[in-house]
């Protein structure tokens, strides 16, 4: 069984920049493992819908170390590699290619996973979504041959990729279940701001339209609303919203709720395991409440910088080099720590 005193289960933001903070706090080669149900190494999200897809950025300029930094510092990364659960009293990860992997400490960076249309059509080809570095470069080979799109959604993912289409001479529809432009989070004057902003580029909108069905042969060719208008189209992209990833934590018996459960340290119940990104659901000592932020801030800034205003009274940079200090305690060796428990 393969094993490492330090495992990142996950291969987005916080497995990169956690990768090399682990590193200047002093991990040694060997003595962390990266598991990544991607197929590249760590990456940059947000040129996914924009830079990277409007084809300003390259694969490697959007890589948040080289690729051979992994290697230089001993650092095992095993790309393709589904975890299907996760067992905290044993230290053990259970591959979903078979075997398990073992930790003494785990840090649950799994991220979120788009939110999908369950309408009829749903099946056809040139519907996408936006979450992954393959997602992005599908995108970019559908919008080199399409007319007009539609873009469901009006939150980030959205606005993005209307924008960078447009840009590309390409027709958009933005479909909105409001009655204007991310209401959730913007005023009625940002809202404006936005909306003149894309209608000057020539894109249109649907307001307050729910998508009932897409139709077409094989390859979409136009979006039906409740309201029975169809929209005709080449390719469509949602951006409906996201779903914390922690199916494996299902039976772990790990807190998990909308995203796993962690206190303002990104510590989660069970002793050696923190989450953070996407997936994790973390106490905001300033407002008061729980949250769970769906943007690439949310890894950076509660996870490695330290904002004055936003850090918890530990910064990240000390959790990390708690996870550093206590690995360095296991003797070179993974041990169950029975005696904790």
């Not at 999908?116 to 056809?124: D, M, S, Y």
């Not at 205003?309 to 360095?328: G, T």
């Amino acid at each position: 069984m393969n094993e490492s005193r330090v495992v990142i289960l996950g291969g987005g933001m916080v497995a990169g920049y956690a990768a090399k903070q682990l590193v200047e706090l002093g991990l040694k080669p060997g003595e962390l493992a990266i598991l990544s149900a991607d197929t590249a190494i760590p990456y940059e999200r947000p040129p996914l819908s924009k830079g990277f897809l409007a084809g300003k950025e390259t694969e490697e300029a959007i890589r948040i170390n080289p690729e051979d930094f992994y290697r230089k510092r001993g650092i095992d990364v095993k790309l393709g590699c589904v975890v299907s659960a996760v067992d905290p009293l044993r230290k053990r990860l259970t591959l979903k290619s078979g075997g398990e992997f073992g930790f003494n400490k785990l840090i649950v960076a799994t991220g979120a996973r788009p939110r999908t249309l369950e309408i009829p059509g749903a099946q056809l080809r040139n519907l996408h979504y936006l979450r992954s570095l393959d997602d992005s470069k599908a995108i970019q080979r559908s919008a080199e041959n399409v007319k007009r799109a539609v873009v469901i959604g009006g939150g980030f993912i959205g606005m993005e990729v209307a924008a960078v289409l447009s840009h590309k001479g390409i027709e958009v529809t933005m479909i909105l279940s409001d009655d204007r432009i991310w209401k959730r989070l913007f005023s009625p004057q940002m809202s404006s701001f936005f909306e003149w902003y894309y209608m000057s580029r020539g894109v249109r909108f649907a307001k307050n339209a729910t998508v009932s069905e897409l139709r077409g042969a094989e390859t979409v060719s136009s979006v039906v609303l409740a309201n029975g208008q169809a929209i005709a189209c080449d390719m469509v992209i949602a951006g409906i919203g996201v779903r914390p990833a922690m199916e494996m934590l299902s039976n772990s018996r790990i807190d998990i709720g909308d995203g796993v459960m962690v206190n303002e340290y990104l510590e989660t119940g069970s002793p050696d395991i923190w989450a953070a990104g996407d997936v994790a659901n973390y106490e905001d000592v300033l407002f008061g409440k729980r949250r769970r932020v769906e943007h690439w801030d949310n890894i950076l800034g509660r996870f490695i910088r330290r904002g004055p205003s936003r850090a918890p009274r530990r910064s990240c940079q000390q959790e990390l080099q708690c996870v550093v200090a206590a690995s360095e305690t296991a003797g070179g060796r993974l041990h169950h720590e029975s005696s904790r428990r």
